[in-house]
């Protein structure tokens, strides 16, 4: 009696495991450094490698049993901090992404930007560019989930304001992604 309840038993506990599909929604970010130094106009590039993009992956510590299913742009902003020998007040800025196949989408467009006299964080979500921010996606997903090895290359670019004044500052450019990890999980 005792083995027929026990193989019951067993067959209850096989019968009700259930396999579910569970997603995880982690973020990372990465950021591209500039340094303006010019009069007037400027062009600067910076870049994000594609290794410092796995890097940060590998940090999220994801399980090995699951996998990454998809990629998304989270945030887009700007760290500035105003440099010894600036004489302007702000300048106007256009960020620039590179795209692979050798041409240029714009991210951001003739946005304003006050030099705070402090190191700041600025913000521009109503002011991002769609073309640019799915260039970005695209490139984030090539890294991402196809193992890509190119870095990903912006340029700031804009004048000056007051016209022909010095503009020195740092510029971080900060890109926030996050990725779906999926793993079949066991339920009892």
């Known amino acids: 009696m005792k083995k027929i309840f026990l193989f019951i038993a067993a067959v209850l506990v096989v019968a009700s495991c259930k396999q579910k599909e569970l997603n995880l929604y982690p973020s990372f970010e990465e950021s591209a450094s500039m340094t303006i130094d010019e009069t007037g106009s400027f062009e600067e590039e910076g870049a994000i490698s594609a290794s410092d993009i796995h890097k940060a992956i590998d940090e999220l510590d994801l399980d090995e049993d699951g996998s990454i299913t998809d990629v998304s742009v989270e945030g887009i902003w700007i760290v500035i901090e105003q440099l010894q020998g600036n004489t ?50 695209r490139q984030l997903i090539d890294i991402i989930l196809m193992g890509g090895s190119r870095s990903i290359s912006f340029t700031a670019e ?31």
């Not at 304001?161 to 066991?186: A, C, N, W």
Request: net charge negative.
């Open 88 to 137: 302007a007040q702000s300048f106007n800025l256009d960020i620039v992404i590179d795209d692979w196949m050798g041409g240029e989408k714009y991210i951001l467009d003739d946005f304003e930007v006050n030099i705070p006299p402090q190191k700041s964080t600025i913000n521009f979500p109503k002011k991002l560019k769609k073309e640019g921010v799915l260039e970005l996606n």
């Open 158 to 188: 804009g004048d000056a304001i007051p016209e022909g004044s010095m503009i020195k500052v740092r510029l971080e450019l900060y890109v926030k992604g996050s990725v779906v990890f999926t793993q079949i999980v066991d339920l009892f």
